[in-house]
């Protein structure tokens, strides 16, 4: 595997590759890679002939009182984790070559960012389509795999994708979840033992409302939230930022439950560590 940090010379492999019909795969990440990375960079070799891993901390989608100066890093066992997964290229490039001071460009799409996590978090959306459009045109992909952890994330992408006509597919991957449940995250790191056992509040409630629909075809959406609120709520560690239930592609809240409805949560863990997790309530 090779580490590159220029982008000149990502750019240059990248055109490299094409010029050889090669197909690229990119997983853009922030680091700190667990096995929910791991199984996105082998989908991205199942569908790619080269795959391109890129991690970078991206300053623009971190608020001023977020995690940007303490996320969780490890460089060293990141390079071994990738290498073992097939990955071909490991990207990382540093702050001052990606936004120069002169950097003056956003993408911001509208509509999809306003709720949710955008609500919570202004501007993050806006520092995601950024980087990944920079990362788009540095490593040439014709996809890109990203986790469905982050729904919102992959619906905003996808439409910018749309918006913009980049060449490349989007494709979302399943949740990777522990053995207990807990949908994988670099910032688990953060959970304490005690708050490990707080934060399975989340997938316990998703799996709570699952069970309802299964039960109650024609329950009402503003019960399962309540449900859901009152099943997170047991955890006094535990606040929320959101309940909702939503159409998956166009996040706008379901007035009833379909196949199409997915449920997103927000939480916090003791004021401090946030964490998200979704599911579709029907089927599977
Ligand atoms: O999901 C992430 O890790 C980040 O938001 C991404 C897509 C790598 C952009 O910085």
Same mark, same amino acid.
């Given at each position: 595997m090779k580490v590159i940090t220029s982008p000149v010379e990502i750019q240059t492999v990248a055109q490299d590759f094409r010029a050889k019909q090669l197909t690229i795969g990119l997983v853009p990440t922030m680091g700190f890679f667990h096995n929910g990375h791991v199984a996105l960079m082998k989908e991205a070799?199942?569908?790619?002939?080269?795959?391109i891993v890129s991690l970078f901390v991206n300053p623009l989608q971190?608020?001023?009182?977020?995690?940007?100066?303490?996320?969780?890093?490890?460089?060293? +066992? =990141?390079?071994?984790? %990738?290498?073992?997964?097939?990955?071909?290229?490991?990207?990382?490039?540093?702050?001052k070559d990606m936004y120069s001071e002169e950097f003056a460009t956003t993408i911001q799409v509208k509509g999809l960012t306003s709720g949710l996590c955008g609500g919570d978090r202004p501007g993050h959306f806006d520092g995601v389509t950024t980087v990944v459009g920079k990362l788009f045109n540095q490593t040439l992909p014709h996809i890109a795999v990203f986790g469905e952890k982050d729904f919102q994330q992959l619906a905003v992408i996808r439409q910018f994708v749309r918006d913009l006509d980049f060449p490349i597919s989007i494709i979302g991957y399943p949740i990777v979840r522990e053995a207990n449940?807990?949908?994988?995250?670099?910032?688990?790191?953060?959970?304490? +033992? =005690?708050?490990?056992? %707080?934060?399975?509040?989340?997938?316990?409630?998703?799996?709570?409302?699952?069970n309802l629909v299964r039960k109650q075809q024609n329950i009402a959406v503003s019960d399962i939230e309540k449900k859901v609120a009152d099943t997170l709520l047991k955890h006094s560690e535990c606040t929320i930022d959101y309940i909702q239930i939503v159409h998956q592609n166009t996040l706008q809240n379901c007035t009833q439950i379909s196949s199409d409805s997915i449920l997103l949560i927000a939480v916090k863990i003791n004021n401090r560590i946030r964490l998200i997790d979704n599911s579709k309530l029907t089927g599977g």
């Open positions: 070799g199942r569908r790619a002939d080269k795959v971190f608020g001023p009182s977020e995690d940007f100066d303490t996320y969780p890093h490890a460089f060293e +066992k =990141d390079c071994q984790i %990738a290498e073992d997964a097939g990955v071909d290229i490991l990207y990382t490039p540093n702050k449940g807990l949908a994988m995250s670099s910032r688990n790191s953060y959970l304490k +033992k =005690d708050e490990m056992d %707080a934060a399975l509040c989340l997938s316990t409630a998703i799996r709570y409302a699952k």
